[in-house]
């Protein structure tokens, strides 16, 4: 995650250099959308405003848009930003480009991450080296190091034949980890998580199923809500592999903020 941060910070000052020379002697306020499908602090993107000499609610305006994973309200949030005129659009995870792309044309959209395969097959972008349009930002190979994730957990967990997957839904390839599994002979279970209460009796269920081990792909939900996986993994003593060494650590994703709970 920090290294999304970097990324992002990157980003998002190489687009408001221009607008930070003007911005010095007027006193317009730069107004950035924030378009999630979750509820993601927007640490990286104040972190980098800061590095730029923005003030936020002085210089600069965050309209933090977050669809609380329920990912069919991700239009109408960024039609709702495009309506209040917001100079810059950032956002997270597949759905929530492809929603912003979708209501405009002509405001800059950064994409905090693109996490799965099929970015030129959508027409966000037209190729990688002149993506063209409204869109730039960072493409993660988010589904083909899922699949090397899978190869990883297979050498801590040798005997692990029956793999349960959580399924982070829409936008998600299944392609690279089909391949691997067809390779190794392996059985992928894919599990729906309804929401932060879905964990515990997701996880029962894994048990009861005799799963041998779990892999928790490349999704922002999932990382956000990683105590609660790293709970239920451990009360059902299922061995389980993650995107990020925190994650794996347990270890705060932002110090100020507590992690999710179940009644969330």
Do not use: C
């Not at 998580?193 to 922002?220: Q, T, W």
């Not at 239920?232 to 650590?249: F, H, L, N, S």
């Amino acid at each position: 995650m920090r290294r999304i941060g970097l990324a992002i910070i990157v980003t998002v000052s190489l687009l408001l250099v221009p607008f930070a020379a003007e911005a010095q002697p007027a006193t317009k306020v730069w107004r950035i959308g924030y378009l999630t499908p979750a509820e993601l602090p927007p640490a990286p993107l104040i972190e980098a405003l800061r590095q730029l000499g923005y003030v936020d609610g002085q210089t600069a305006k965050l309209e933090v848009r977050g669809a609380k994973n329920d990912l069919t309200r991700l239009p109408e949030l960024a039609a709702d930003l495009v309506r209040r005129q917001v100079d810059i659009i950032v956002a997270g995870s597949p759905p929530a480009i492809i929603a912003a792309k979708q209501m405009t044309s002509t405001i800059p959209i950064v994409m905090a991450a693109w996490g799965g395969e099929g970015l030129l097959e959508s027409g966000v972008v037209a190729s990688f080296r002149r993506p063209g349009g409204n869109v730039t930002g960072m493409y993660m190979f988010a589904a083909e190091l899922d699949a090397k994730r899978l190869e990883l957990l297979l050498e801590a967990v040798p005997r692990a034949r029956n793999i349960s997957v959580l399924n982070p839904g829409h936008g998600w390839s299944l392609a690279y980890l089909r391949e691997v599994a067809e390779t190794r002979r392996l059985q992928l279970v894919f599990s729906e998580i309804p929401g932060p209460d879905g964990y515990g009796p997701a996880f029962a269920a894994m048990n009861k199923a005799k799963v041998d081990a779990v892999l928790v792909p490349s999704f922002p939900r999932f990382y956000f809500e990683h105590p609660l996986i790293i709970e239920a993994a451990a009360q059902q003593r299922i061995p389980a592999i993650y995107e990020w060494g925190d994650m794996a650590r347990n270890q705060p994703i932002f110090p100020s903020n507590s992690p999710p709970s179940s009644s969330s």
